[in-house]
């Protein structure tokens, strides 16, 4: 079955750095497109960033960018997301989420979800 495990969140402080790592397993991870979603307290959803399956494309919300970098590695089926330039306002629940086809960021399987906590 599909698993994401997501890893890597924590406390930072404002202006500093925090890497997530999501483990895939149960699917051919190289043929998805992959992304990252969040979820502030007592905020909706957000959809933050996703990859093509072949890392060729990346995208970015307007809220994280510049500052956020996704990336992939295929062979190790596992997905990260480099945080720099950390906001208070990046404080929330980030989830991995697994896409329906190798370009398209409509999703159907997620993580858990790793906490990310910045403040000083």
């Known amino acids: 079955q599909v698993q994401l495990v997501e890893s890597g969140g924590g406390l930072a402080q404002p202006g500093g750095s925090l890497r997530l790592s999501c483990a895939a397993s149960g699917f051919t991870f190289s043929s998805y497109a992959m992304s990252w979603a969040r979820q502030a307290p007592g905020k909706g959803l957000e959809w933050v960033s996703g990859?093509?399956?072949?890392?060729?494309?990346?995208y970015y919300a307007d809220s994280v960018k510049g500052r956020f970098t996704i990336s992939r590695d295929n062979a190790k089926n596992t997905l990260y997301l480099q945080m720099n330039s950390l906001k208070p306002e990046d404080t929330a629940l980030y989830y991995c989420?697994?896409?329906?086809?190798?370009?398209?960021?409509?999703?159907?399987?997620w993580g858990q979800g790793t906490q990310v906590t910045v403040s000083s």
């Open positions: 989420t697994k896409g329906t086809t190798g370009w398209g960021f409509i999703n159907d399987y």
């Open positions: 990859i093509y399956s072949d890392g060729s494309d990346t």
